[in-house]
């Protein structure tokens, strides 16, 4: 197996509408040396039977499922890390999708400078997935700080190393991506920015992230009582997360 092996992590539930998208962007993907694991957390419309056909079709793509279902990305993404065989691990959801240069660009990215950790900028994208110039840039690098400060790294944009995400896993926990990305940053860790716009964030109307309220109060939470960082501190933290946030959703 060549050590750039890339292993794309993919949680699923109900997104018959979607998936195709999201599984078509990885096959056309112009690095080809992958494996996709797809984890469908008990979905009750057609997306298994459209994930199993594709896996029948293409050895590379692989079905899983919870044994209940968990309401959160974090068991999926778990249990796609547990089963994983890449170097590499990326992350990219059922209704988002990745431009066909993705992972060539990181891969060549993370390997000419010898990074562990690194992200891009991303374009967003309607319901519908369409298209309106909607270009999200993000900071160069990230350390931990940057991150509790702006929570600045994509989800779907990430490119991991598999050795220093080691026992790491998503908790279930809301901002669970936020979170995971603190816990590896605390291993003296620096993401960094390829500077390209690399993917395509589908916004939903419904999404657990619309809910700007529960956004905010997460944010509090995590900062206090999972990190402990001081009320003080936390209050600066806040308002970065709070200022960032408005120049994030008015984009």
Request: glycine share 4%.
């Amino acid at each position: 197996m060549n050590k750039s092996f890339v292993s794309i992590i993919t949680p699923c539930y109900n997104a018959e509408r979607t998936i195709v998208t999201a599984i078509e962007s990885v096959i056309n993907q112009s690095f080809q040396n992958w494996e996709m694991l797809i984890i469908d957390d008990c979905s009750n419309d057609s997306s298994p039977e459209i994930i199993k056909e594709y896996a029948d079709r293409d050895h590379r793509i692989k079905y899983f499922q919870t044994n209940e279902k968990s309401g959160s990305p974090s068991l999926p993404r778990n249990i796609g890390i547990d089963n994983a065989c890449g170097k590499y691990i990326a992350f990219l959801d059922a209704d988002d999708i990745w431009l066909p240069n993705k992972l060539e660009q990181q891969i060549q990215f993370i390997e000419n400078n010898d990074y562990s950790f690194i992200y891009s900028d991303y374009e967003k994208i309607n319901h519908l997935g369409e298209r309106n110039n909607r270009i999200v840039k993000m900071p160069e690098s990230a350390s931990f700080w940057d991150v509790i400060e702006t929570c600045t790294i994509p989800c779907l944009t990430a490119l991991i190393k598999r050795e220093i995400i080691g026992d790491t896993r998503f908790k279930h926990i809301p901002k669970e991506d936020f979170v995971f990305w603190l816990d590896i940053l605390k291993k003296e860790v620096i993401a960094y920015n390829v500077g390209q716009v690399l993917a395509l964030y589908r916004e939903q109307p419904n999404s657990r992230s619309s809910n700007k309220f529960n956004m905010i109060k997460n944010q509090w939470i995590i900062l206090r009582k999972i990190e402990g960082v001081k009320p003080v501190v936390a209050s600066y933290f806040m308002f970065q997360y709070l200022f960032h946030g408005v120049l994030k959703f008015i984009k």
